[in-house]
């Protein structure tokens, strides 16, 4: 099957820095990618969903200008996190897909945040 | 709102035991219903695809049922094996042009102990 994969998969950070997530679709390219967190025993939780080579489209309560999403090319979304705070924390986990949301989605194997 | 609710929340089961978890939503009308499987620290990998049509789906010792009238869904995992210890995620998918938001249940956790 297709493979996502993240880059890191784990990163500490300390409060007020910035930290940037990279989500690669391997063996195919993605017109869409999607970005969820999840916390400890909690479901995963839509935060954006983005198209390449056009503005990502965030979930509500999601803060745009603290989460960056970049989707540059049919390969690549990035996620940053920036100045970070503690409740960051965060197992945040990409998906990609060749196209909107009822195609299938090859998550990534996640990135666990943690801010200090 | 959309919701879809599992149960149970964990199961606890020994080596060689079937098992069934459950799903039910209130997702109307879905283009499609997943079942993943996510071990601990990891991305959820697809297990089944079942569109609204579809009343089962297997993938090898998982099978998923679907009763669209009912809005319930359930995975059945035959002879289970240690490396089944995983949470089991039900998704509903809505149609494409529509709200785009897949809604994901909590997952069952699910524990093989030898």
């Known amino acids: 099957g297709a493979v996502v994969s993240q880059h890191p998969s784990r990163v500490i950070c300390k409060s007020g820095t910035s930290v940037k997530i990279e989500c690669r679709s391997l063996d195919f390219q993605a017109t869409t990618m999607f970005w969820y967190r999840q916390f400890p025993k909690k479901s995963l939780m839509l935060m954006a969903t983005s198209n390449e080579g056009s503005k990502a489209t965030y979930e509500q309560g999601v803060e745009k200008d603290k989460f960056l999403i970049n989707h540059a090319s049919l390969t690549l979304s990035t996620l940053t996190v920036t100045s970070a705070h503690p409740e960051d924390s965060s197992f945040y986990i990409c998906?990609?897909?060749?196209?909107?949301?009822?195609?299938?989605?090859?998550f990534g194997p996640g990135t666990r945040l943690t801010v200090t | 709102k959309n919701q879809v609710e599992q149960s149970p929340q964990s199961l606890i089961i020994l080596e060689g035991k079937n098992c069934t978890l459950q799903?039910?939503?209130?997702?109307?009308?879905?283009?499609?219903l997943r079942w993943y499987k996510q071990d601990t620290g990891r991305g959820p990998v697809s297990l089944t695809i079942?569109?609204?049509?579809?009343n089962t789906k297997s993938n090898g010792r998982y099978t998923a049922t679907l009763d669209a009238d009912t809005k319930q869904s359930s995975l059945h995992i035959t002879a289970s094996q240690l490396s089944d210890s995983a949470s089991y995620i039900c998704?509903?998918?809505?149609?494409?042009?529509?709200?785009?938001?897949?809604?994901f249940g909590r997952g069952t956790s699910l524990i093989v102990h030898p």
């Open positions: 998906s990609a897909s060749l196209g909107g949301s009822s195609y299938e989605q090859y």
């Open positions: 079942m569109t609204f049509s579809e």
């Open positions: 799903c039910n939503y209130t997702v109307s009308p879905f283009s499609n």
């Open positions: 998704v509903v998918i809505p149609p494409s042009g529509g709200s785009y938001i897949p809604t």
